[in-house]
């Protein structure tokens, strides 16, 4: 099983031991997407939904799954984050999730930011259900990552195709 960090010699998942790596400065951004119609759109923008504040729940519902990676993922490290931001981007047919996350420590928060950015998405997806149960969360990935041992890396759409 040589290379599978999270196998150990029998083949059993373990946690990472990250006691001997240095601490660093790191950090990681996920976006994702929620696709809806123009009124559901409209009514989250206006503050019109039976819910309340949409954005201000998903903001803190993606706060706190990020603080609560390690929880949720297993083999995930729980982490002492210093900062997680979410912002949000309105298109013509839907939002934009934005989360980052970051800290001072021996492990990524690559999962740190994707938890919170499909929270944040399953968060808009449940106050908004009321007026459209048809919404489609969809792109949710990694946009970048610095620090670490792997150093720097950026999502490239052109690599995509």
């Given at each position: 099983?040589?290379?599978l960090t999270h196998l150990d010699a029998s083949g059993a998942a373990r946690m990472v031991d990250v006691g001997g790596k240095a601490e660093t400065t790191r950090?990681?951004?996920a976006r994702g997407r929620?696709?809806?119609r123009p009124e559901t759109l409209a009514a989250i923008r206006?503050?019109?939904l039976p819910k309340g504040d949409v954005l201000a729940a998903a903001r803190?519902?993606?706060i706190m799954a990020a603080k609560k990676t390690g929880d949720l993922i297993p083999l995930c490290h729980p982490l002492?984050?210093?900062a997680v931001t979410i912002d949000f981007a309105f298109r013509d047919d839907g939002l934009d999730v934005t989360a980052r996350a970051s800290l001072t420590g021996r492990t990524g928060v690559?999962?740190?930011a994707l938890t919170a950015a499909c929270t944040a998405l399953l968060t808009i997806y449940d106050m908004a259900k009321a007026v459209q149960k048809d919404m489609t969360i969809e792109h949710v990935r990694l946009i970048e990552k610095t620090g670490g041992k792997s150093g720097d890396w950026r999502y490239d759409d052109r690599a995509r195709g």
């Open positions: 099983m040589a290379g950090s990681a951004t929620i696709a809806m206006d503050g019109d803190i519902a993606g002492a984050l210093d690559e999962m740190e």
